[in-house]
T-cell receptor
């Protein structure tokens, strides 16, 4: 039973389209994240949600809109896709909070988005 | 601004020998440090971590060392096994509900 699952695993789409990536975690965690791994292989935080509320938005274009219907789900919707959006997008979750024990984040398998 | 740096993009080690992966950080507010392992087409998986109040944490074949004054940490794998071949990411965060900041990763190849 996958702890953090995201769909689809691969997504190929044309420029200008709108697409969504879904993420679900069954760990009972309070905090969920979206990370982007670009062509330079950096894993960069995009968004962080805690109990369905946005707590971090790291200078991501407003074409990217996360939606958290409940604390187990954090979906990523992308409008007007551009070539530069091609990357691997990882969803993750953690218990959140300041405690050391809450630090570890669990990742989904990633969604490879290719914009052509 | 790279707050977490892994300056070696790749490392090759023979099976049975020690692998040493290095990581430097610039943000003195970081309190927690983690290593993640990533296989192709999979998400990163947690490997081992260390709090800033410690200088060493060991878990089986894996040991992480932290040198706060140098803002440097390293991951030692001994003995290295072919199944350890993967990309290793160093990550850090400071206290509070903050996300992990990752390095660029080091690709480890363990040669049989």
């Amino acid at each position: 039973d996958t702890a953090v699952s995201q769909t689809p695993k691969y997504l190929v789409t044309q420029m200008g389209n709108d697409k969504s990536i879904k993420c679900e975690q069954n760990l009972g965690h309070d905090t969920m994240y979206w990370y982007k791994q670009d062509s330079k292989k950096f894993l960069k935080i995009m968004f962080s949600y805690n109990n369905k509320e946005l707590i971090i938005n790291e200078t991501v274009p407003n074409r990217f809109s996360p939606k958290s219907p409940d604390k187990a789900h954090l979906n990523l919707h992308i409008n007007s896709l551009e070539l530069g959006d091609s990357a691997v997008y990882f969803c993750a979750s953690s218990q959140g909070g300041a405690r050391w024990e809450d630090t570890e984040a669990f990742f989904g398998q990633g969604t490879r988005l290719t914009v052509v | 601004d790279q707050q977490v740096k892994q300056n070696s993009p790749s490392l090759s080690v023979q099976e049975g020998r020690i692998s040493i992966l290095n990581c430097d950080y610039t943000n003195s507010m970081f309190d927690y440090f983690l290593w993640y392992k990533k296989y192709p087409a999979e998400g990163p998986t947690f490997l081992i971590s260390i709090s800033s109040i410690k200088d060493k944490n060991e878990d089986g074949r894996f040991t992480v060392f932290l040198n706060k004054s140098a803002k440097h940490l390293s991951l030692h794998i001994v003995p290295s096994q072919p199944g350890d071949s993967a990309v290793y990411f160093c990550a850090a965060r400071h206290s509070g509900n903050t996300p992990l900041v990752f390095g660029k990763g080091t690709r480890l190849s363990v040669i049989a």
